[in-house]
Nanobody
Framework: QVQLVESGGGLVQAGGSLRLSCAAS????????MGWSRQAPGRRRELVAT???????NYADSVKGRFTISRDNAKNRAYLQMKSLEPEDTAVYYC????????????????WGQGTQVTVSS
């Protein structure tokens, strides 16, 4: 089982920046992909960005050019650098891990963190 804990959320003015962190812990050998999703009140959860263990990234159109996802495989951490934040970015941001393998070669279920609130004021 992999536990994910997000941090770094908070209140920021429009145009500001925040950096979210996601720490993965537990007994596992590797994680293929990590990502960030967000959910605003009354809206569906949407994928924001993903990154593979090899560093390939993918972004939602709404955040391209403003958000950057990165990963430190040695520390089992993923990050989301958010710049030029807009009120529309206000949401709970969730970290997730996919393709989790243990030392026995077994794949474990995908894991999600509890989320961190990001609020952007206008």
């Amino acid at each position: 089982q992999v536990q994910l804990v997000e941090s770094g959320g908070g209140l920021v003015q429009a145009g500001g920046s925040l950096r979210l962190s996601c720490a993965a812990s537990g007994s596992f050998f590797s994680i293929n992909a990590m990502g960030w999703s967000r959910q605003a009140p009354g809206r569906r959860r949407e994928l924001v960005a993903t990154i593979t263990s090899g560093g390939s990234t993918n972004y939602a159109d709404s955040v391209k050019g403003r958000f950057t996802i990165s990963r430190d495989n040695a520390k089992n951490r993923a990050y989301l650098q958010m710049k030029s934040l807009e009120p529309e970015d206000t949401a709970v941001y969730y970290c997730n891990a996919e393709g989790i393998w243990d030392y026995s070669g077994r794949r474990h279920p995908d894991s999600w963190g509890q989320g961190t609130q990001v609020t952007v004021s206008s």
